[in-house]
């Protein structure tokens, strides 16, 4: 079992930074950050594989986003600079369970077992 709390959100200029936290329990083989705004679909933002550390990106925020893993694995980070208008979402974290596989398919929310409530990102022009 994973447990994953997202932290971090709020509201920040167009152009400015702001970094997400997930604090995650549990063992996984990959995590993810994804965003949902109403009436949209889950979009995934970034991922990370919990042993060589592999990272994947959306083209949307290449670039600008970077996600990373403490060595203890208990905190995914989502370091979003230059945000832009269109970043302004809810942003979930997500795991994949242990031993399952990670970087195929990483953007589809299907693969992913654990998932936070959701922090909220704000973006003012």
């Known amino acids: 079992q994973v447990q994953l709390a997202e932290s971090g959100g709020g509201s920040v200029q167009a152009g400015g930074s702001l970094t997400l936290y997930c604090a995650v329990s549990?063992?996984?083989?990959?995590m993810a950050w994804f965003r949902q705004g109403p009436g949209s679909e889950r979009e995934g933002v970034a991922s990370i594989c919990a042993g060589a550390g592999d990272t994947f990106y959306s083209d949307s925020v290449k670039g600008r986003f970077t996600i990373s893993q403490d060595n203890a694995k208990t905190t995914i980070t989502l370091k979003m600079n230059n945000v832009k208008p269109e970043d302004a979402d809810m942003y979930y974290c997500?795991?994949?369970?242990?031993?399952?596989?990670?970087?195929?398919?990483?953007?589809?929310?299907?693969?992913?077992?654990?998932w936070g409530q959701g922090t909220q990102v704000t973006v003012s022009s």
């Open positions: 997500a795991a994949r369970p242990r031993f399952s596989s990670c970087g195929s398919r990483w953007a589809l929310p299907e693969f992913y077992s654990y």
């Open positions: 549990g063992y996984y083989s990959g």
